[in-house]
Nanobody, 114 residues
Framework: QVQLVESGGGLVQPGGSLRLSCAAS????????VDWYRQAPGNGRELVAS???????NSVDSVKGRFTISRDNAKNTVYLQMNSLKVEDTAVYYC????????WGQGTQVTVSS
């Protein structure tokens, strides 16, 4: 059974940092593209960043230079390092991957507020 479990969210002040983790079981993340999405209240789910099996990455313009996606294949975990956080980064963050079906984690809340 495939499971994705996010962790690392919390409350942080503007300008602060958080590192989100997506730990997988039942699937080897290293051979798939893994994405981080986020969903703010009243908004749809937005793709934030992706990392491909070869290690190449891309991210949405609003987080470029602030967020970094990476993976630790030995730990079967993908990370999202978030620096210089802004109030508008407040959202539930989800990990996602796709084989012949879509897999999502349960989400982790990130709140940026003074």
């Amino acid at each position: 059974q495939v499971q994705l479990v996010e962790s690392g969210g919390g409350l942080v002040q503007p300008g602060g940092s958080l590192r989100l983790s997506c730990a997988a079981s039942g699937i080897r993340l290293s051979i798939y593209t893994v994405d981080w999405y986020r969903q703010a209240p009243g908004n749809g789910r937005e793709l934030v960043a992706s990392i491909r099996s070869g290690g190449s990455t891309n991210s949405v313009d609003s987080v470029k230079g602030r967020f970094t996606i990476s993976r630790d294949n030995a730990k079967n975990t993908v990370y999202l390092q978030m620096n210089s956080l802004k109030v508008e980064d407040t959202a539930v963050y989800y990990c996602h991957t796709q084989t012949w079906k879509d897999y999502w984690g349960q989400g982790t809340q990130v709140t940026v507020s003074s």
